[in-house]
């Protein structure tokens, strides 16, 4: 008993018997043979039919019948699998050329079950018998099945290429197949050109095979990925649905779809649109409506009065299946092997194979014609001396005895001794002479012309050629997909995605944001739900379609469309950066907004930072990539202390200034067009020649010379003065005094404004988040070293942080 015991690692176990496995789910159940195109299953259940004279020219089968008779016989697997490979050879939306005609309802292009096999009947199609024609001549090997009761074919003697026609799809371990449906016609009119030129290059055969052909039809787009699947196996195109767009009554439009991509599910795909519909994804769709019939496939998508159908039309092809990326994997089984396949390595495949059929059939025929001529011959000579050969026979004691006898005494043949000797006494006439020598001239010729095949390679040619131009003649039907040479670049238009709306917007100093409707903006009571040590930053009305830029202290952008920025009731406080943006910092606050219309409409941002650089950079410059969780960099700052004083955004080049305030008191005006535009992360170029440890404290945008500018010390000293007082110069130098220094106290810049003539009353904010505000009119202009008024308590209200014109001041 111990010596029937062996031990062996269990990686050693396993790795042999899934070997074992994956090699016969690989040779025996998943991968097409490269000569007929089918499955072990598939090729059972056409055999199985065909044995059981279940052909095109006779009645319908129960499916039950045919299924249980593959099972019993050929098949031991599920009846199940069975069917539904049976079903699929049935269904004209999967395979181009179906090889079963099944009655009943054999599922749909929505995906229904196909009725169960006890309802259904089913035959061969008329095409699929070409695959049986030279099945009973010897002319492929027949192997015992699973019970060796009865032999199965190893591969069908096809008179068609199936595995182009019908093309393939299935897993198995390591190898996966998908082999696209092509037509008929463009095939076998490329194998014609191949066997009269073996070396045909690739380009020759595609005047022939344009692309796939499938059996919903649709547009294929890309001939580069065609061109590459044919040669190397592997490639990409792209499958759209044939639409149509039209008017309707009213000035409405609607989106007709009448072909779909390869085996994308009609209901599914209606019901996706009509999502998109409910959720609003894309404004302008009315309803989605499954007009499909008998007639055809009929989906209509009607869409609202002025919307962009075209628009509408782009973002389905995004975003549903309307359109999909096919992926070739031509993998079969060549020589017992998974090989990937190009087109002319499948094409001469098929045509060796049909070369080895016809010699078979050929070497068949001719034996059994060489045996009838021989019999032949022997009945003419038995004519010439019928009498002598009856009275052999009467003298004789029985069959045998008279077979030897005619044998003996007339030198016959025993295969032609027994055909005299069965023959019926009827056909002794002297008419039957006449016959026999017409018969013996057919089967010379018949055995001249298979003795040629067999031995002329051009003869044999001819043979082939014959069979697949009579197969085209017979089965031939129009192209079904059209092919474009080129990808259409899909770019969704935004406008038809966002539902145009005005919106209120603001975004807070703290970094809360968020958009609330009119309604609920006009019937907050002026609530922005902002806690009271924040403010906003930006505060105003928008449109949907509109952008937002956000800058930070840190020298980061965050960028929002209006229509994705958070949307709350307008006493809600919004949402905070932190819960999106996965590197915003805890001292980061918000310093500026600027929003736009349109991405493209050109335009620069100016960015200034205290340590005393400054740049502009180019609003296409400034849109990230990948926006939604993490900020952009604006400006690469220099140290960890230096920080963003303010960003500025000039739609187009003009005569503007820009005004500089240093801590320490000291002003700079300069053009900015002395401000080169370079990209997002980049630090800049000098703005101020800061002496010491002075910083910029305040960078404002000078759009006219009558502008005045209003500053605040931190001393609580105000004055306000023409901009013009600030003599102009050139970037990168050191500026005027805007204040008389004096020893016991000293005027260091707070905050500063700009503000034109029609402002009359400005605010300031202190670090005690107090409020004061000034009328101008108390107030008379300064000069440029003048040092104002004090008009803040430091003492009682803290420090001045902020002034700006009273009447854009944000509401609390």
Do not use: C
């Not at 009943?104 to 199609?125: F, I, K, Q, W």
């Not at 030129?197 to 649709?218: C, I, N, Q, W």
């Not at 002025?306 to 299946?321: H, Q, R, S, V, W």
């Amino acid at each position: 008993m111990a010596d029937r015991i062996t031990e062996l690692s269990l990686e050693a176990v396993m790795g042999e018997r899934f070997g074992r496995y994956s090699k016969y789910i690989i040779q025996e159940r998943a991968l097409p043979d490269i000569r007929d195109g089918l499955k072990p299953v598939q090729r059972r259940i056409l055999f199985a039919m065909d044995q059981d004279g279940n052909t095109y020219d006779h009645p319908y089968r129960k499916s039950a019948k045919s299924v249980g008779n593959v099972m019993g016989n050929f098949h031991p697997h599920g009846d199940s699998s069975i069917y539904e490979a049976m079903v699929r050879l049935s269904q004209d939306w999967k395979v181009r050329e179906p090889l079963i005609d099944m009655n009943g309802n054999n599922g749909s292009v929505d995906n229904d079950p196909a009725a169960a096999m006890r309802y259904t009947e089913a035959r061969l199609s008329k095409i699929a018998g070409e695959m049986m024609a030279d099945l009973g001549q010897e002319t492929v090997d027949m192997v015992l099945n699973f019970d060796d009761t009865t032999y199965e074919p190893t591969v069908l003697p096809s008179r068609i290429p199936s595995l182009f026609i019908n093309g393939a799809t299935g897993i198995s371990a390591g190898y996966a197949t998908e082999i696209p449906p092509h037509n008929l016609k463009e095939i076998n009119a490329a194998l014609i050109y191949l066997l009269d030129h073996p070396e045909a290059p690739l380009s020759a055969l595609m005047r022939y095979v344009k692309g796939p052909d499938f059996p919903t039809g649709g547009i294929i787009q890309g001939l580069d990925g065609i061109k590459k699947a044919y040669k190397t196996g592997r490639g990409k195109i792209v499958v759209r649905a044939k639409t149509e767009i039209s008017d309707l009554k009213g000035g409405k439009k609607k989106i007709e779809i009448t072909e779909l991509p390869y085996e994308v599910v009609k209901s599914n795909l209606v019901s996706k649109i009509d999502a998109i519909r409910l959720n609003k994804e894309v404004a302008g769709i009315a309803e989605v409506r499954d007009e499909s019939d008998r007639e055809g496939m009929s989906i209509v998508i009607e869409l609202n009065k002025g919307t962009n159908a075209e628009g509408i039309l782009t973002y389905l092809f995004k975003k549903t299946d309307l359109q999909i990326s096919y992926n070739f994997n031509m993998v079969a089984i060549h020589d017992q092997r998974p090989v990937t396949v190009s087109l002319k390595q499948g094409l001469q495949a098929f045509l060796d194979f049909r070369k080895e059929v016809v010699l078979k059939r050929s070497a068949f025929e001719l034996a059994k014609a060489q045996a009838r001529q021989h019999i032949v011959e022997g009945l003419i000579r038995m004519l010439s001396i019928l009498d002598e050969v009856v009275t052999t026979i009467r003298a004789s004691q029985n069959r045998k005895d008279a077979t030897q006898n005619l044998i003996d005494k007339f030198q016959f043949t025993q295969p032609q001794a027994e055909a005299i000797v069965t023959l019926q006494l009827y056909r002794l006439t002297n008419t039957d002479v006449t016959q026999l020598e017409a018969e013996f001239a057919t089967l010379t010729a018949k055995i001249n012309h298979l003795n040629l095949i067999l031995t002329e390679e051009s003869a044999l040619k001819d043979v082939i050629r014959e069979e697949l131009t009579a197969i085209t003649k017979t089965y031939t039907t129009p192209r079904r997909s059209q092919i474009e040479a080129e990808v259409e670049d899909l770019v969704i238009d935004t406008a038809v995605t966002i539902a145009e709306e005005d919106v209120q917007v603001l975004v807070s100093r703290n970094g809360y944001y968020k958009r609330a409707s009119l309604r609920s903006y006009k019937a907050s009571d002026a609530d922005n739900g902002l806690a009271d040590d924040d403010l906003p930053v930006f505060v105003g009305q928008l449109n949907t379609t509109q952008h937002l830029f956000m800058f930070t202290n840190k020298g980061s952008v965050i960028y929002r469309p209006v229509h994705e920025l958070p949307d709350f009731k307008w006493k809600d406080t919004g949402e905070h950066f932190s819960q999106q943006l996965a590197n915003w910092r805890p001292d980061e606050y918000v310093i500026q907004v600027v929003a736009v219309d349109h991405l493209a409409q050109g335009g620069a941002f100016t960015i200034v930072t205290n340590d005393g650089f400054i740049k502009q950079t180019a609003l296409a410059d400034m849109v990230p990539k990948a926006y939604k969780k993490k900020t952009a960099m604006a400006i690469k700052l220099k140290t960890d202390d230096s920080q963003v004083v303010n960003v500025a955004y000039t739609p187009t080049v003009t005569d503007q200034d820009v005004l500089l305030l240093s801590h320490n008191g000291v002003g700079l005006r300069f053009g900015l067009s002395d401000v080169p535009e370079i990209g997002a992360r980049t630090a800049g170029v000098k703005a101020m020649d800061l002496r010491g440890d002075d910083t910029i404290q305040a960078a404002l945008m000078v759009t006219s010379p009558d502008q005045q500018v209003a500053i605040v010390a931190e001393n609580g000293a105000f004055k306000y003065m023409p901009v013009a007082e600030i003599n102009h110069s050139k970037r990168a130098n050191k500026g005027l005094l805007i204040f008389t220094q004096k020893k016991t106290v000293p005027y260091h810049v707070a905050a500063a404004t700009l503000f034109d003539q029609d402002v009359t009353a400005l605010e300031i904010l202190t670090s005690r988040w107090q409020v004061q505000d000034l009328q101008l009119s108390d107030y008379s202009p300064s000069q440029r070293v003048g040092n104002g008024q004090y008009v803040v308590d430091v003492k009682k209200n803290g420090t001045p942080w902020l002034v700006r014109p009273l009447a854009i001041a944000g509401t609390k």
